[in-house]
C-alpha cells in the first residue's frame, strides 16, 4: 500500500505512515552525533506506533525504492538531496548551529519530510521542532494515519543561552522517591536529557558530588 496525499489525511496534508503502508524512511547524509539524535528520535516515534522505520546507512546515496515516505537529515556541507531539489540554503550561510532548514512536500510522488541544517546540531534540532508539526488521525474504526501539512521554513534559535541545571532537590521527600533524579535508572536518565536537547537547551549542568552516576551525562552520543 502506498502513501501520500489522502489516505486518511486531509486536503493538501501528506500521509507519512498507516498500517499497512510501506515502512518510512529515515535518511541521514552524514554520520555525526547530531543526526544519529535526529533519527532515532524519529525511529522512536514510528516505532511507538508498531512501524519499524528503515535506516539506511548513514551517509549512502539518497536512492529511495518505492514510494515510503522519506525523513531525511542533512547538513549545510552535507545536502546532496537538498542540492537535487534545488533548495535555497542561502539563510543557513551566517547562521548558528542551530539553525535549519524545514521542507515537507510531495516529491518525486512520495511524501518528503527533509531537515537541513547549519551543522548536525542543526539537523537535531530541526528533527525535534517537526514532531510538533505531525498529527495522527483516528477514524472511528481505530485505524490511523500519521499527517503532516506541506512546510517551508527557516529556523534559528533566537537565544544564545538556554541552559538547565537539575538538582536532587527530591531528596526531601526521603529516600527512594522518583522526583530524585539520582533514583532514576540510565534508560530514564537518557530520555529526560533528549527532552531538555528537544526542549532547546544547549548547556546542562550536573552535579557529580551529588550524582554518582554523573559519568552519564558525559557521553558524546547524548550531549
Same mark, same amino acid.
Given at each position: 500500500?502506498? *502513501?501520500?496525499? +489522502?489516505?486518511?489525511?486531509?486536503?493538501?496534508?501528506?500521509?507519512?505512515?498507516?498500517?499497512?503502508?510501506?515502512?518510512? *524512511?529515515?535518511?541521514?547524509?552524514?554520520?555525526?552525533?547530531?543526526?544519529?539524535? $535526529?533519527?532515532?528520535?524519529?525511529?522512536?516515534?514510528?516505532?511507538?506506533?508498531?512501524?519499524?522505520?528503515?535506516?539506511?546507512?548513514?551517509?549512502?546515496?539518497?536512492?529511495?525504492?518505492? #514510494?515510503?515516505?522519506?525523513?531525511?537529515?542533512?547538513?549545510?556541507?552535507?545536502?546532496?538531496? $537538498?542540492?537535487?531539489?534545488?533548495?535555497? @540554503?542561502?539563510?543557513?550561510?551566517?547562521?548558528?548551529?542551530?539553525?535549519? %532548514?524545514?521542507?515537507?512536500? &510531495?516529491?518525486?510522488?512520495?511524501?518528503?519530510? &527533509?531537515?537541513?541544517?547549519?551543522?548536525? $546540531?542543526?539537523?537535531?534540532?530541526?528533527?525535534?521542532?517537526?514532531?510538533?508539526?505531525?498529527?495522527?488521525? *483516528?477514524?472511528?474504526?481505530?485505524?490511523?494515519?500519521?499527517?503532516?501539512?506541506?512546510?517551508? $521554513?527557516?529556523?534559528?534559535?533566537?537565544?544564545?543561552?538556554?541552559?538547565?541545571?537539575?538538582?536532587?532537590?527530591?531528596?526531601? @521527600?526521603?529516600? +527512594?522517591? &522518583?522526583?530524585?533524579?539520582?533514583?532514576?535508572?540510565?534508560?530514564? @536518565?537518557?530520555?529526560?536529557?533528549?527532552?531538555? %536537547? #528537544?526542549? +532547546?537547551?544547549?548547556?546542562?549542568?550536573?552535579?557529580?558530588?551529588?550524582?554518582? #552516576? +554523573?559519568?552519564?551525562?558525559?557521553?558524546?552520543? @547524548?550531549?
Amino acid at each position: 500500500m502506498s *502513501i501520500g496525499q +489522502g489516505v486518511g489525511a486531509a486536503q493538501g496534508s501528506l500521509a507519512l505512515s498507516a498500517p499497512g503502508s510501506a515502512a518510512p *524512511i529515515l535518511y541521514t547524509s552524514v554520520d555525526a552525533p547530531g543526526t544519529a539524535r $535526529a533519527v532515532q528520535t524519529w525511529r522512536v516515534f514510528f516505532a511507538d506506533r508498531g512501524v519499524e522505520a528503515q535506516c539506511p546507512k548513514a551517509g549512502t546515496k539518497p536512492e529511495f525504492a518505492g #514510494q515510503s515516505a522519506v525523513l531525511a537529515f542533512e547538513t549545510e556541507a552535507a545536502c546532496p538531496l $537538498a542540492t537535487r531539489m534545488g533548495l535555497d @540554503l542561502s539563510g543557513l550561510k551566517d547562521a548558528r548551529d542551530e539553525a535549519h %532548514v524545514l521542507t515537507v512536500r &510531495l516529491w518525486n510522488g512520495r511524501p518528503l519530510m &527533509l531537515v537541513v541544517g547549519k551543522t548536525a $546540531a542543526g539537523a537535531d534540532a530541526g528533527a525535534a521542532q517537526l514532531l510538533s508539526k505531525v498529527a495522527c488521525n *483516528i477514524t472511528t474504526a481505530g485505524s490511523w494515519t500519521v499527517v503532516c501539512e506541506p512546510l517551508e $521554513a527557516l529556523r534559528q534559535p533566537f537565544l544564545r543561552g538556554r541552559e538547565a541545571t537539575l538538582c536532587p532537590t527530591g531528596r526531601v @521527600l526521603g529516600p +527512594g522517591s &522518583l522526583v530524585n533524579y539520582e533514583n532514576w535508572d540510565k534508560p530514564r @536518565l537518557e530520555r529526560y536529557l533528549r527532552y531538555l %536537547v #528537544q526542549s +532547546g537547551v544547549v548547556q546542562r549542568h550536573w552535579g557529580r558530588e551529588a550524582c554518582p #552516576q +554523573g559519568r552519564w551525562y558525559r557521553d558524546p552520543a @547524548l550531549v
